[in-house]
Structure formats: structure tokens, C-alpha cells
């Protein structure tokens, strides 16, 4: 039901913390942090997620009462899992390093801008850039941002809806 302590982890470099009674999570005490998956449960699920973390490299927090998730310290984030929240919005324009994103059923997302996703990147870090875009199942999601410089390989998405895809360049 509580994770209290864990501020004293300073070199905690994985948490699993899945299907558990969590309901709010901290981990900005944590700055070596790699990996975090705090999957909820149908019972228990985080309504607070508190990261500050520049090495994260992969979060996996689907199944929560997210209604916000802010990332915009999270740098190095790669692999974004956050399926099943109820946020409308999601802000990833400080997190460039992302090659998978995956938010499924998000009842609540109106839109999601990837278009900063690869910026500032060289050639020779063409396999890095986001190749995975999962939308599925976000009845409410309208726009989705992005570069056409992207060099999106799966884009996962709803077909008979009126979502419609932006370009910013």
C-alpha cells in the first residue's frame, strides 16, 4: 500500500511495482532510476505519478487514474507504456529520445503532438527516432502532430475514426 522509504534508494536503477495497492507514487528522490513499471490493477490504481528522473529510459504506467503525466524531466525517456489513463493530454515535446509509444484506450486524449520527437538528432541516429506509434482505442483523440521527417514504421491506429494526422513541416 506504500512504498514510504523509498527516497533512501538513491541508486535504485529498476522499480517493479506492478498490481499493487498503490494509489500515488514518487520516485523524484530516485536520479538513477532506468526503468519504472507501475501497471494498476482493476482495484488499485495511481492517481499521482511523481517522476524527475533524466536517465529514465522506459516507463510502463497503463491501467492508472493518470489524469496527468508530466515527463518534461524525464529526458532519455525511449519506451512510453501508458495505456488505460484517463488523461486528455499528454506532454512529450522535452522527451526526443522516444522510439515507442504506446497509449491505448485513453478515453480522455484529444491530442498528442510528436512532432519534437527526433529533433536535433544526426543521421547516424536514424534508428532511434520514434517507429512505433500504438493510438488504438481513444474514441476522443482528434490530432496527432508530427513531423513528416518521422520515420514512423508502425503507426497503430484506429481506421474509422476522424482522427486526423498533422504535419508540422
Known amino acids: 500500500e506504500s512504498l514510504e522509504g523509498l527516497q533512501y534508494f538513491t541508486s535504485l536503477r529498476f522499480l517493479y511495482c506492478n498490481n499493487n495497492k498503490l494509489t500515488s507514487l514518487d520516485v523524484t528522490h530516485n536520479p538513477e532510476l532506468h526503468t519504472l513499471l507501475c501497471r494498476g490493477t482493476e482495484d488499485y490504481k495511481i492517481s499521482s505519478l511523481l517522476t524527475n528522473n533524466p536517465k529514465l529510459y522506459r516507463l ?71 517507429n512505433l506509434l500504438h493510438i488504438k482505442y481513444n474514441p476522443n483523440l482528434k490530432e496527432v502532430w508530427m513531423r513528416r521527417s518521422q520515420n514512423i514504421q508502425y503507426l497503430s491506429r484506429d481506421w474509422d475514426t476522424d482522427l486526423e494526422i498533422k504535419y508540422v513541416d
Open 60 to 130: 510502463e504506467c497503463g491501467n492508472n487514474d493518470l489524469t496527468e503525466l508530466d515527463l518534461s524531466k524525464d529526458i532519455n525517456l525511449q519506451r512510453l507504456e501508458a495505456n488505460g489513463n484517463p488523461f486528455t493530454t499528454v506532454d512529450l515535446s522535452k522527451n526526443i529520445w522516444l522510439t515507442e509509444i504506446r497509449l491505448i484506450d485513453c478515453p480522455n486524449l484529444t491530442t498528442l503532438d510528436v512532432s519534437t520527437i527526433g529533433t536535433g538528432r544526426t543521421d547516424y541516429m536514424a534508428d532511434l527516432w520514434l
